[in-house]
């Protein structure tokens, strides 16, 4: 069964989504980030180029040639394409990602916006109402 991790309060989702990418990197993890949202995806495109001057953060998105050896992976969607990777899932998205169960690990990230908290909450009753057991991470207690 998947392991599911709330990070509730990240302040800027596009960097800590970063800053999770370069802790997996650092683990030898491969990770995939789910967005079906084009832009914020951009977004984090962009910043995973330019988040730090020392760390790499190589990436590419799901239905590149280069997916099978790229550890960082963008999906923006989930239609007809086979992923090469399923050990750890960031999930970006207002919804549940319809492919979770396919991984080791799903990472649920959400920013103290009410919207967002609100989506939040709803994925997490949506897991737990699944028999699933779920982790919560505050970030606003983290220094």
């Known amino acids: 069964m998947v392991d599911i991790d709330f990070h509730f309060n990240a302040p800027d989702k596009h960097t800590y989504v970063c800053r999770l990418a370069r802790k997996a990197r650092a683990a030898r993890k491969k990770l995939v980030l789910y967005c079906t949202d084009a832009a914020l995806l951009a977004d984090i495109d962009r910043h995973l180029w330019t988040f730090s001057e020392t760390d790499f953060l190589p990436h590419c998105h799901a239905g590149d040639k280069l997916a099978a050896v790229t550890p960082i992976l963008l999906l923006g969607s989930t239609e007809q394409i086979e992923l090469p990777h399923h050990e750890v899932l960031v999930n970006l998205d207002r919804d549940w ?17 009410a919207a967002d908290r609100e989506a939040g909450r709803q994925r997490w ?10 982790t919560h991470h505050d970030q606003s207690k983290v220094q």
């Open 125 to 134: 009753k949506f897991y737990k109402d699944r028999g699933y057991t779920l």
């Open 97 to 113: 990602p319809p492919l979770f169960a396919r991984f080791e690990r799903l990472i649920e990230v959400v920013t103290p916006d």
